[in-house]
């Protein structure tokens, strides 16, 4: 077994992957190639979590289990002829994973494999180019996952754009154009506010004998112990990796993106856009944005950011679930819900303590498993009856109980039904933020409010569309008053062996984590402890103080 061999191959697999399968001669011959691809992604990340050595995961903020490690432009590479000399700015082509890293890769690979699987009955045209761009999704979203390089994370993270634009521009709803447009813009715009952060502390004079390093491990011990920023300047880094990485979350208010990039993608679309790329935002502030931000060898700074941020997370919290609430199109009540989700996720983060992170680590992971079972669900209803809207749908668990079931299921999932996935990550970030102190009582108090919320508007909804008189847009387009028993074969059939098969694993998935949440717990602990630890310097590190003497040496 060879674990930076295996990094490697979770990137090489869908780069090659989407370049051939562009090229392939037929739309099911791409399809079929993107299912075997995105399912052999999704097995190497298996084996990655495999042979991860969980036992072993304690070193430092940034551990990585048998990381590679390649200097592009060091002494220790030959330099080339090229005008552009890598080796002083500093970046490095370094892969590795974390207890959570882990996690989300398995979790990346695993939604990615469903929705290729899903897109077969409802992409037909240009089908090779959006499986191409589906797998060079697949490509940057483990990249992101993988880089401990901020420059590297920084690559990934915005080339994650390209493909989902495409994917919303040219295969979403009527309004995709803009949806599209207004995705790219609000999440470009935001990160360029993380660059300039990103780019600061790799070029701080002083910190790395070598000269620039963009190295995530060492970058944070450098922004934490070993050099004094000026107030103002630390201030102003922990801004702009906030502001970079949460218009990607989305965190309220700038989440105005969200629910217009939902409704008009593509099902496949959603499912990722939930599943995999809201995670990036939430995923950058644990990496980068509070290590290098808000904790330091003194303590935790900026307190009144913190409760402001955490204000913006209740406020998040509620106001999505009451505008998910009055929703009439089903796919944007899920996408309002997710406003609100992430605000949990948010509040456990930023109540820096070990309770509330290990409970958003989760919570990443259920929201990706329920939130994105919502939309295949939802995607399989609009398949058969090409609508979305809560008025002419009603009483489907007449005519489709199959799908009824599995949509039952992933609501209870998503309103944190105790023995289901959601119920853990929920108790466990409003239990963080209740004993928290920084944030406290009120916080989790009104975090709490937004939990019974949530569950109003999701079964508000499911007894609607599920239960009651059966009512479609079928049946009215044919017998306004007549008796659904009229219509016998001419209504759309319950869900198919493809698409229950698509369902199942999730519907396991959820059971599973909920009964036995620590399966996820144990392993994410000494991870999700050591974000807001500050370490001993690593020995190999070259970290200097401003004054160019050893940090190491100063602290022995």
């Known amino acids: 077994m060879n674990m930076p061999l295996h990094l490697v191959f979770l990137l090489l697999i869908p780069l090659a992957g989407a370049a051939i399968g562009s090229a392939m001669s ?11 691809v995105s399912l052999l992604t999704a097995w190497v990340a298996a084996i990655v979590a495999f042979h991860f050595p969980w036992d072993t995961s304690k070193l430092t903020p940034m551990r990585m289990a048998d990381a590679i490690h390649f200097q ?62 589906m797998s060079l999704l697949l490509f940057a979203m483990m990249g992101v996952f993988l880089a401990r390089d901020m420059l590297l994370f920084y690559v990934f993270f915005e080339l994650t754009l390209v493909p989902m634009f495409f994917i919303i521009g040219i295969w979403g709803g009527p309004d995709r154009r803009r949806a599209a447009g207004r995705f790219f ?54 801004i702009g990796l906030l502001i970079g990485f949460a218009v990607k979350v989305p965190l309220f208010p700038l989440h105005t993106w969200l629910p217009l990039a939902h409704t008009e993608a593509p099902t496949a679309g959603s499912v990722i856009l939930a599943g995999v790329l809201l995670k990036l935002g939430t995923y950058g502030m644990l990496r980068l944005a509070i290590p290098l931000g808000f ?36 796919k944007k009540l899920v996408a309002y819900s997710s406003v609100s989700h992430l605000g949990f996720c ?24 329920s939130t994105g079972a919502m939309f295949l669900v939802i995607g399989m209803i609009y398949d058969r009856y090409h609508t979305r809207d809560i008025n002419q749908l009603s009483g ?10 599995f949509f039952v299921l ?38 709490a409010l937004g939990v019974i919320l949530g569950a109003v508007y999701m079964l508000h909804m499911t007894a609607r569309v599920i239960f009651g008189p059966l009512k479609t847009p079928a049946l009215d387009a044919h017998h306004g008053h007549g008796s659904p028993a009229d219509h016998g074969p001419t209504l759309p059939a319950d869900l198919s062996g493809r698409e229950i098969a698509i369902l199942a694993p999730i519907a396991l998935a959820i059971v599973l984590l909920g009964v036995v949440p620590n399966s996820v717990l144990t392993t994410i602990f000494s991870s999700s402890k050591l974000i807001t630890q500050v370490d001993p310097v690593p020995k190999h590190s070259g970290l200097v103080q401003a004054d160019g003497s050893s940090a190491v040496a100063q602290a022995k």
């Open 26 to 36: 037929s739309a099911k011959a791409a399809r079929n190639w993107a299912l075997i």
């Open 295 to 330: 904790v330091t060898v003194g303590g935790t700074q900026f307190l009144w950011l913190l409760k402001f941020v955490g204000a913006l997370c209740v406020i998040g919290i509620i106001y999505g679930a009451l505008v998910a609430w009055v929703q009439q199109d089903i």
């Open 396 to 405: 489907l668990a007449k005519r489709m109980p199959i799908m009824a079931f």
């Open 346 to 369: 948010m509040l456990g983060l930023f109540a820096l303590n070990t309770i509330g992170i290990q409970g958003s680590v989760l919570y990443m992971i259920n929201h990706g498993l």
């Open 410 to 447: 992933f609501v209870m999932s998503s309103i944190g039904l105790p023995g289901l996935n959601g119920f853990s990550s929920e108790f466990l970030t409003v239990l963080g933020a209740f004993t928290s102190k920084f944030l406290g009582i009120r916080f989790g108090v009104l975090a």
């Open 72 to 133: 592009v432009g060091t002494d220790s590479v030959h330099q080339t002829a090229s005008s552009f000399a890598l080796k002083e700015v500093g970046f490095s082509f370094s892969l590795g994973v974390d207890s959570i890293s882990v996690w989300l890769i398995v979790l990346t690979g695993f939604l990615m494999s469903l929705a290729v699987a899903a897109s077969f009955a409802s992409i037909q045209h240009r089908a090779k180019e959006y499986y191409a761009w």
């Open 185 to 238: 813009l609000f999440t470009f715009t935001g990160s360029v506010f993380a660059l300039a952060a990103i780019i600061y502390l790799g070029v701080h004079p002083g910190w790395n004998a070598t000269g620039p390093s963009f190295d995530i491990t060492d970058a944070t011990h450098y922004a934490q112990q070993y050099l004094v920023f000026h107030p103002q300047t630390r201030l102003l880094i922990a």
